[in-house]
């Protein structure tokens, strides 16, 4: 039997979950920013109080144990119950001094908030975000596991469990070289690019889906011979010939500083947007903030990025 001054330690679970995700002793402790040394001590202390190994080690790498994989559901279990009960402790304070875990996209987050966090910050000194990056499936799995407190997405599935407040509109802007055929024109017709190549990023982005969808109604070829992992490296493809592409709005606004290496147009008649949105969960404790916060968003885009894409007026759901 375990001895009451022997149970696991919170840190001790947190570290034994992230070498089990990691399957690596390094990943897991470049993942909780602590040193390798603390992270084994603290995970072999555990296993020492539990008279179990829980990872089986040799050369090829880190592998859970049977005990390792039977004990892995209870330690996840504790950790959620532990961030619902500082969760709730966080409520008693004034949301605006809190530190927010928020999820965004990799081809949002870099071209958005520069212009919202800083004024966010001007209006509310102690208000601060950790941010990260992911994908929408990422994000949104993210915030139903408690991994965030909000994330901003331009897709949403349906969930009785997530409260969804629409942000704004980006457009998706054709882009090719400037050298090519129909480079110069502000509008193309959509049968002018039938049998195009068009470049996007890779199927892991909810982005690449919707060039997708694009490519088939107009005729265009999605080129799968390449896929691009950034934004910058699909700008860099087209300015080499390879091809044409969309690119999101805010993206051309804050990104394109040598406007002559592209052309940037629209095709005609057939407007192609992505509608942002914030999410949370219907049952997180700073849900009432989150809704001002949404109208702050709303607010802050209106008055920096106007002339780049279209504020949503506020729309709950």
């Known amino acids: 039997m375990i001895s009451d001054n022997k149970s696991p330690s919170i840190n001790q ?3 034994f979950v992230a070498v089990a995700k990691q399957l690596s002793f390094r ?3 470049q993942s909780l920013g602590v040193s390798q040394p603390t992270l084994t001590i603290q995970v072999q202390s555990l296993e020492k109080n539990l008279k179990l190994s829980l990872f089986e080690r040799n050369r ?4 859970l144990t049977p005990q390792g994989h039977a004990l892995l559901v209870h330690a996840e279990a504790i950790l ?17 001094t809190t530190t927010y875990r928020l999820g965004i996209p990799p081809t949002l987050g870099p071209y958005l908030l520069p212009f919202v966090l800083p004024e966010l910050h001007r209006r509310f000194s102690q208000l601060k975000f950790y941010v990260r990056e992911g994908s929408t499936q990422q994000l949104e799995e993210g915030l139903l596991s408690g991994d965030y407190d909000l994330i901003i997405s331009p897709s949403t599935r349906e969930s009785s469990q997530l409260i ?8 998706l802007k054709l882009v090719m070289p400037s050298d090519h055929a129909l480079a110069g024109q502000e509008f193309v017709n959509p049968s002018d690019i039938q049998g195009e190549k068009v470049l996007t990023l890779e199927d892991s982005h909810h982005f690449h889906h919707q060039v997708q969808t694009i490519c088939a109604q107009i005729g265009a070829h999605l080129h799968r011979d390449y896929e691009g992992t950034s934004l910058d490296t699909l700008r ?6 390879v091809g044409v592409s ?10 394109l500083h040598r406007p002559d290496e592209l052309h940037v147009c629209e095709l005609l008649d057939t407007p192609i947007t992505r509608l942002h949105h914030l999410i949370w969960r219907n049952t997180a404790p700073g849900r009432v903030f989150f809704r001002e916060l949404g109208q702050l968003f709303r607010d802050i885009i209106e008055e920096k990025l106007a002339n780049a894409v279209t504020v949503s007026k506020e729309s709950i759901r």
């Open 13 to 15: 679970l947190k570290y």
């Open 27 to 29: 990943r897991a402790a």
């Open 60 to 63: 090829s790498g880190t592998l």
């Open 80 to 96: 959620r119950a532990t961030q619902r009960f500082n969760d709730s402790a966080r409520e008693l304070i004034d949301g605006t």
């Open 164 to 171: 969804v407040s629409e942000l704004f509109t980006e457009p």
């Open 236 to 241: 860099q493809m087209v300015v080499m010939g």
């Open 246 to 255: 969309f690119l999101p709005g805010l993206y051309i606004h804050s990104e």
